[in-house]
């Protein structure tokens, strides 16, 4: 059963990088079947799509959220990253990764059916 | 993007109750629409995905239908279990999620 487990710090100062890391268990990055993707939750608040990443290194980002925000792909470690930089208490959020099933969708356009546990991180000095 | 808007924003329901959320696409996403359940601190759970398919695992007591700009999911008979929050994602372009549904005990 594939399983996905997000790491990363908990706490970034404002203008700095928030820099997260998802490791896939029970399956492989590379299976052609699936895109990865990136989500956020605010406090109290909806959801938020932010990138998504397929295993050949193709990339879809939020149009919403485009500027300093990379995600990447490592196949030999079956992770995957986001990036996002010059953050502000506004990024503040529960950050999910999760997995698209290109059977539900088309294109890169998905619903997530597995997604990890969540991460708290907390833009502040 | 295209905005999703659900309605009612929170519904208090009874145990065996049929429940009814709405979700309505700013302009049309043909079927390209999920449903997820979200408890409080966990990760949301996909329901259902192209409007109407059951995910796996998923009760059949969970319905979908629609399409276009208009979406319903449906509970047929709510259970204690059910009480959560429900959010629609489009993914026809890019994706956007809706503000969220709170089905609380009435």
């Known amino acids: 059963q594939v399983q996905l487990q997000e790491s990363g710090p908990g706490l970034v100062e404002p203008s700095g990088t928030l820099s997260l890391t998802c490791s896939v268990s029970g399956g492989s990055i590379s299976s052609p079947g699936y895109y990865w993707g990136w989500l956020r939750q605010p406090p109290g608040k909806g959801l938020e799509w932010i990138a998504s990443v397929y295993y050949s290194g193709s990339t879809y980002y939020n149009p919403a959220l485009k500027s300093g925000v990379s995600i990447s792909v490592d196949t030999s470690r079956n992770h995957f990253s986001l990036r996002l930089n010059s953050v502000t208490a506004a990024d503040t959020a529960v950050y999910y990764c999760a997995r698209e099933d290109r059977s539900t969708g088309y294109l890169f356009n998905h619903a997530f059916d597995i997604w990890g546990q969540g991460t708290v991180v907390t833009v502040s000095s | 993007d295209i905005q999703m808007t659900q309605s009612p924003s929170t519904l208090a329901a009874s145990v065996g109750d049929r429940v009814t959320i709405t979700c309505r696409a700013g302009q049309s996403i043909s079927r390209w629409l999920a449903w997820y359940q979200q408890k409080s601190g966990k990760a949301p759970k996909l329901l259902i995905y192209?409007?109407?398919n059951l995910a796996s695992g998923v009760p059949s007591r969970f319905s979908g239908r629609g399409s276009g700009t208009d979406f319903t999911l449906t509970i047929s008979s709510l259970q204690p279990d059910d009480f959560a929050t429900y959010y629609c994602?489009?993914?026809?372009?890019?994706?956007?999620f809706g503000q969220g549904t709170k089905v609380e005990i009435k």
């Open positions: 994602q489009q993914y026809d372009t890019y994706s956007t």
């Open positions: 192209k409007a109407s």
